[in-house]
């Protein structure tokens, strides 16, 4: 079994920053693409940002030069620094992984618990 444990999440001010993790362990062979993403009271999940194994990255338009994602492949784990923080950032976010497990050729999707990152002032 893989479990991916999350941190980092809380409240803080419009403009202000947060840095989320998410730490992976269990069977792992090795890990494709790590994600975040958040769901927002009454909409549905959405993409917030994506690295491969290899480091490229995409981001949701909405968090373009605000959201770094970035990863330590050594400590299988996957960070989210977020800077210049919205009320419409709210949400829970959610740490996704594309685990490879020993003694298996295909990757499987894992979720986090859930992350809750509040924007209020």
């Known amino acids: 079994q893989v479990q991916l444990v999350e941190s980092g999440g809380g409240l803080v001010q419009p403009g202000g920053s947060l840095r989320l993790s998410c730490a992976a362990s269990?069977?792992?062979?090795?890990?494709?693409?790590m994600s975040w993403y958040r769901q927002a009271p009454g909409k549905q999940r959405e993409l917030v940002a994506a690295?491969?194994?290899?480091?490229?990255?995409n981001y949701a338009d909405s968090v373009k030069g605000r959201f770094t994602i970035s990863r330590d492949n050594a400590k299988n784990a996957v960070y989210l620094q977020m800077s210049s923080l919205k009320p419409e950032d709210t949400a829970i976010y959610y740490c996704?992984?594309?685990?490879?497990?020993?003694?298996?050729?295909?990757?499987?999707?894992?979720w986090g618990q859930g992350t809750q990152v509040t924007v209020s002032s």
């Open positions: 996704n992984a594309k685990v490879i497990q020993h003694g298996s050729w295909a990757p499987r999707d894992y």
């Open positions: 690295i491969t194994s290899g480091g490229s990255t």
């Open positions: 269990g069977s792992i062979f090795s890990i494709n693409t």
